[in-house]
């Protein structure tokens, strides 16, 4: 059973300050690699999709990296603004499509 | 392009009442998924259509949850009869195939009192 786990649970930081989110599954034959935002009470905004071919990818301000043979990805927002605050989860498949979920990590940028 | 519509957004019941969720996929996408998430908990799958063929409902927590995908478009998430730990949020998820990102509507927050 995949277990994926994320840390910290939250984090606050000032603004301007870049962001560290840990993501570690225990099961490294996945698939995909997917990072999410939620807002409060919204739904889920895909990020990221790393595939398990990939060791990172990028899109403006982020960057996720991709170890898999260490079971683990961290996405790096730099430069944070109060906008960034939101939930941030994490979440892989392996061959059988289902995504397994880690907790977030709730982030506050403070202005 | 729309994105994965839900409806209806929010929905109270009481305990032993029916209802029926509805999703409405990317137009396109032959995969369709139904998570949840129940208060404090992760994100958890209940399950996975392929066009309207069931491919995989390991996760669906009993018998009292019927979800069906009639011709391969929307689908409905029906909870006969309702009870207390049902309560959460469901989403539903659509992409076109194992490589590509699930996309993820807006969730329907079921509360069961």
Redesign the interface.
């Known amino acids: 059973k995949q277990e994926?786990t994320q840390i910290p649970a939250a984090l606050s930081v000032p603004e301007g300050e870049n962001l560290v989110l840990n993501c570690s599954f225990t099961d490294s034959a996945i698939?995909?690699l997917?990072w999410?935002r939620q807002d409060p009470g919204?739904?889920?905004?895909?990020l990221l999709?790393i595939?398990s071919s990939q060791r990172e990818q990028t899109s403006g301000r982020l960057n996720a990296s991709l170890d898999k043979s260490s079971g683990r990805s961290t996405l790096y927002i730099a430069a944070s603004q109060p906008g960034d605050s939101a939930t941030y989860?994490c979440?892989v498949?392996k061959?059988?499509?289902?995504?397994?979920?880690?907790?977030?990590t709730t982030v506050t940028v403070r202005a | 392009e729309a994105g994965v519509t839900q409806f209806p957004s929010h929905s109270v019941i009481e305990k032993g009442q029916t209802v029926t969720l509805r999703c409405d996929p990317i137009s396109g996408h032959d995969n369709l998924y139904w998570y949840r998430r129940v208060m404090g908990k992760e994100i958890k799958f209940l399950l996975h259509f392929v066009k309207e063929s069931k491919q995989d409902e390991s996760g669906m927590p009993n018998n009292r949850f019927l979800a069906e995908r009639t011709g391969g478009t929307y689908s409905t998430l029906k909870v006969q009869p309702a009870e207390l730990e049902d309560s959460g949020v469901y989403f539903c998820a659509s992409n076109q195939g194992l490589t590509y990102e699930q996309y993820f509507g807006p969730g329907t927050r079921l509360t069961v009192t």
């Open positions: 994926v698939y995909n997917q999410f919204k739904g889920l905004t895909s999709l595939q989860l979440a498949n061959s059988d499509y289902k995504l397994s979920f880690g907790a977030g």
